[in-house]
């Protein structure tokens, strides 16, 4: 009895081997839509047509729902049953149309998934699965449908309605009430389904397409927002023009809207010609919104609007292949913002990136293929290891094959699956047709978890020099042992005392477990330039010494190796002093120094260069991490370089002070260097910084400057720091993406009291689980400040399962997102692993856990 019922609580898990293609069609759906945030009626028409020679009845998903009427050809069905949740309706015959009723309250809906209600807008959220929470339907990708949409809705509270497509017809109705249809001419998934309602404005524009055709642009926000969607205006038609010069794609409907709403349990949603965007990632002006911010914007509307032939004219069969669109359209979005500005820096941002969120999930307990082979629930799976592995999986191949090849690759792809619901498979199958490539071996990404690791031993011998490389690919959950991968791995050798380039780059691909490459010829030392641009995405380990990574901190000619070489040599001298205790900053200093007086380099790039690796990354090159001594070590190399270089930080801060805000590549490179320097005046020690960040605060016309100022503040010790953050929580109070920035701030704090300060904001008024910026903001934020976290006190994990807890009874997607850190037991000392493991065995035992939690908890336990 006792087994029997721990089996119906844990929850069902899906296989990819078991995929079946649908036993039925839904050529053509009609939905009607009686809109009220209370009550809302959704009444369906499915057109459904049988799929091969099967006696099985047709079974519609649901969530939640419950069937008012069922109709079959129009006559109210019989024998109809619901299982689990789904409507199960038995049919004869091959062709039928299927119409069902149901009401929902799209108010109450706290999970943000299906109809749901946001600061008075109404608005959808469905992918993964979240139609199923609006009407009964086969929720699979592989479903495709041509949608008729029809709202009905008060007046004046919702004078704008919304939906896929292209608007056929509006009218009034009776009591207030107001209707409009649209209708979708491109057959789609469900989880591409969007309706909006609401008072909204829109700041419209238009782009004539390649062909000559003129689309309508719509981006709608509240009227008090209108002001802050130019940017994400502009991103769209440079997305746009973009997709069509470097793909060949063109948009293919006559209107492209996007919604912002706050309420929003990601960044945005491509669906079919009416994107929902979380409203962080499209509304900004100078007063609000940071660099960082800009950017974001612009890659994220990108991001959406590519989607629409990656991932739209072609969707992916299940969600194991989610990659299929997710990978593929963040590589597209990341070429698109390399091209806007400075693509050595967003090089080095994606990489960081990359290190920063992947490397860590590849390496712990919920590390899982780019195309995963099981999940109870795949919310879980919209990750890093999806999205930002999947895009250097599509870059490696862009490397292997080169760009026109690439190019005759992707035209491939797109003409032959237009229309269709495709697999990885099909699209690597694509680049090795079009690329003349093997890629067999190159599969391996896709079935494989685990970051490889590459070790590159340099050794001269007579003249020559010889070149070992090896490979291996760590353990991870339920693969134990690994097959050698192929790693396409860019180097050059450099000499030594001149300075100059022994020969071309080459691309070497390491395919075996060892392989030796010889040099010949060689007239002086070389120095070992390798992994060169990241062109595998790999921990690489050599036999470099430090002056080999200063010298290439100097020399290099590609830009992300010289990032590389100082971070290396940072990195090298960080972990010696953990271990040792000791403080060698003279190598450091002066590779610093260089760059930061390099008068070649732009200062976007020096500033990237001049920023010590992370407390979580100096981590992860750890046995065991010890969250204490990698602060002192950092905080002590961040004064020392401080101190040392004292003259050059105040001439890098004097020399980036602008007139005006200005959004261009080389106005925020100033602005960057200038909060780095500031930080590292800070760090010095220097009497006159808090009163220097606190001007800077205070004269600051943008929030890239005042938000910089506002942290090196929280950092401190200052009086001043007070008086900042109460003056920026009144200037803003009432602007909900600002006060996440001041949530943000004090979570990141390196202060010694940031755990109590936390723990008092998440009693604070203006804080509440209910959104997901806000709770990102506060509890994401602290979880990854890997001091304050892991204080040994273990209250920090105590308060942030206590906020899960209480985060999944409301939003079981955000929660489930937030729970990773806790999952990191095992890189940790005994004591601190035993206090994570507690905190992950009291949410699992959470009565009424979401399944969402439930996976990301139980598999961070074993
Ligand atoms: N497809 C969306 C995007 O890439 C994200 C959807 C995320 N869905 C989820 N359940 N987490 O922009
Ligand atoms: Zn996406």
Known sequence: MADAQIATQVPHVIRREDYRAPDWWVPEIALDFDLDPAATRVRA???????????????????????????VDGVEAQGWSLN??????????GAHVVETEVEIAPERNTQLEGLYASGGILCTQCEAEGFRRITFFPDRPDVLSRYKVRMTADKARFPVLLANGDPIAQGEGEGGRHWAEWHDPFPKPCYLFALVAGDLVANTGSFRTMSGRDVQLGIWVRQPDLAKTDHALAALKLSMAWDEK???????????????????????????????FNSRYILADPDTATDYDYDAIATVVAHEYFHNWSGNRIT????????????????????????????????????????????????????????????????NFYT???????????????????????????DLYFERFDGTAATCEDFVACMEEAGGVDLEQFRRWYTQAGTPRVSADLAMDNGKARLTLRQSVPATPGQSVKEPMVLPLKLKLFGAETGRAMGDEQLVLLKEDTSELVFENLTEQPVLSINRGFSAPVVVETNRTAADLAFL???????????????????????????????????VIEAVRNTLTDPALD???????????????????????????IFRAREALRRDLGTALGDQWRAAYEGSIANRFEYSPAAKGARRIRSVALGYIAASGAQDAPQLAFDQFTGADNMTDRQGALSTLANGQSPLREQALSAFYDRYRSNGLVLDKWFQTQALSSRDDTGEVVRALAAHPAFTLANPNRARSLIGAFSVNQRAFHHASGEGYRFVADQLIALDKLNPQTAAKL????????????????????????IVATPGLSKDSFEQASKSLD
């Open 45 to 71: 028409a499915l057109s459904v047509t049988r799929n091969g020679d099967h006696a099985r009845p047709l079974v519609l998903d649901g969530d939640g729902l419950t069937p008012l009427s069922v109709k």
């Open 84 to 93: 689990g949740g789904n409507l199960v309706v038995p049919l004869g015959g």
């Open 246 to 276: 470097v793909y060949g794609r063109e948009y293919d409907l006559d209107v492209f809207n996007i919604v912002a709403v706050d309420d929003f349990n990601f960044g945005a949603m491509e669906n079919k010609g009416l994107n929902v």
């Open 316 to 379: 992916c069969r299940d969600w194991f292949q989610l990659s299929l669109k997710e990978g593929f359209t963040v590589f597209r979005d990341q070429s698109f913002s390399a091209d806007q500005g400075s693509a050595a820096v967003k090089r080095i941002e994606d990489v960081r990136g990359l290190r920063a969120s992947q490397f860590p999930e590849d390496a712990g307990p919920l590390a899982h293929p780019v195309r995963p082979d099981e999940y109870i629930e795949i919310s």
């Open 384 to 410: 890093a290891t999806i999205y930002n592995k999947g895009a250097e999986v599509i870059r490696m191949m862009h490397t292997i094959l080169g760009p026109t090849k690439f190019r005759e690759a992707t």
């Open 553 to 587: 901190s100097a020399h290099d000619d590609d830009p992300f190796a010289r990032y590389e070489a100082m971070q290396q040599l940072m990195l090298d001298t960080l972990v010696a002093s953990v271990a040792s205790g000791g403080t060698d900053h003279g190598a």
């Open 603 to 629: 200062r976007a790039f020096i500033a990237e260069a001049v920023v010590l690796p992370s407390d979580s990354f100096i981590g992860d090159q750890m046995a065991v991490v010890d969250p204490d001594a």
């Open 819 to 842: 729970l990773p850190p806790l999952g990191r037991w095992k890189r940790f000392d005994a004591r601190r692993g035993a206090a994570m493991r507690a905190e992950l065995e009291r």
